[in-house]
């Protein structure tokens, strides 16, 4: 049986025309894992943000935009190259949304005779919008072009000791030069994916602590796995109590999203006396518009507006080597050597 690699990410336009920025857009808003509504009024919705967003987001995207492309493809496919100098079958890459398409991707895999292929989302955390709509679309397109393809999703490994290892290592340099607090800012999602997510029914958001109390909802709660993350880095690291929090990013319409808000807390900590913040976002493995822009830029501008005097985001996990070990024993574990 010949078995190949699939690396999945979230996607970026294919450049900062506003043209583009506006179909990634459409297809990722489109999404009824992104904005779960029916059709028409999701169309509705969508048809009103695309009216002033994609110039707005295109120049954005500008500030962050490298020569050789969006940061995200650009590292995503320096991964994929180095994780394939690692192991002797072919690995490809993809985007859930425009470029490099899943289908091109699974089209090559098919094309290269592999019957058996890891697929390994690139969301540590599990959420309706990211993890399962990257696995769901995977497993779509590989029954329509490739049905003799046989499929094995790697889980989310918020926890996984690699990846958590990986992470303390790459934020080292700057923990060690000292800090009076730590946020960890996740990406944000609805509130009520969380409900829809929740296979009892009853329990995130319905009870006290919810996450810190045992259920089969948190093999699929994202705010749960977060918080499970955040808590083993810190025990790895040493961080000490009181001196980290976890927000949530990247809010879009009206609706509750999960709180606290950063954008809110940035603004607040000065005047809890907190002077020199480092941020990290641990829902991205890839440094990309969220991390750049939105904290960096714009999140660094709200914490020294509000008088803070120091400002540090500590980059993703892009191409750091024990982040590549990982996924090369991501692969080897599942038999992907």
Same mark, same amino acid.
């Given at each position: ?10 996607? !970026? $336009?294919?450049?900062? @025309? ?19 509504? $029916? ?8 048809? &009103? ?7 707005? %987001?295109?120049? @954005? ?14 590292? !995503?496919?320096?991964? #994929? ?57 995977v497993k779509y397109v590989a029954a329509k072009i490739a049905p003799q393809m046989k499929l094995v999703i790697q889980p989310p490994f918020f926890d996984a000791p690699d990846y958590i290892s990986a992470l303390v290592? %790459?934020?080292?340099?700057? &923990?060690?030069?000292?800090y009076d607090h730590l946020l960890f800012s996740f990406h944000g999602i609805p509130e009520r994916h969380l409900r829809k997510s929740d296979p009892t029914g009853c329990h995130c958001l319905a009870k006290e602590n ?14 749960? #796995? ?18 980290? %929090?976890?927000?949530?990013? %990247? ?30 976002? $641990? ?21 020294? !507006? ?32």
């Amino acid at each position: 049986m010949s078995k190949g690699i699939l690396l999945v990410n979230l996607g !970026s $336009p294919d450049s900062t @025309a506003v043209g583009d920025v506006r179909r990634y857009l459409n297809e990722f808003l489109m999404d009824g894992r992104v904005i779960d509504t $029916p059709w028409l009024p999701r169309r509705f919705i969508v048809g &009103l943000i695309l009216i002033n967003r994609p110039k707005e %987001s295109a120049h @954005a995207y500008e500030k962050i935009w490298l020569p050789e492309g969006s940061p995200l493809v650009v590292t !995503s496919r320096k991964v #994929q190259k180095k994780l394939a100098a690692r192991v002797s079958v072919p690995v490809e890459l993809a985007m859930r949304y425009q470029n490099p398409s899943i289908e091109n991707a699974i089209g090559k895999l098919r094309d290269a005779k592999v019957d058996e292929l890891l697929v390994i989302p690139l969301f540590p955390h599990y959420a309706m919008s990211s993890y399962e709509s990257a696995a769901e679309r995977v497993k779509y397109v590989a029954a329509k072009i490739a049905p003799q393809m046989k499929l094995v999703i790697q889980p989310p490994f918020f926890d996984a000791p690699d990846y958590i290892s990986a992470l303390v290592a %790459s934020a080292k340099t700057q &923990l060690d030069a000292g800090y009076d607090h730590l946020l960890f800012s996740f990406h944000g999602i609805p509130e009520r994916h969380l409900r829809k997510s929740d296979p009892t029914g009853c329990h995130c958001l319905a009870k006290e602590n919810c996450c810190a109390v045992p259920s089969p909802a948190h093999a699929t709660c994202y705010r749960a #796995q977060c918080f499970k993350t955040v808590a083993a880095f810190v025990k790895l690291a040493g961080i000490p109590a009181g001196k980290y %929090s976890v927000s949530f990013q %990247s809010r879009l319409g009206k609706d509750p999203w999960l709180k606290p808000y950063t954008d809110f807390e940035l603004a607040e900590f000065p005047k809890r006396g907190i002077q020199k913040l480092l941020v990290m976002c $641990p829902a991205f493995v890839a440094d990309c518009l969220e991390t750049i822009e939105e904290i960096d830029m714009r999140g660094r501008e709200t914490f020294l !507006s509000a008088g803070g005097k120091e400002f540090a985001q500590i980059p993703c996990l892009n191409e750091h080597p024990l982040w590549l070990d990982t996924l090369e024993k991501m692969a080897r574990s599942q038999g992907y050597n």
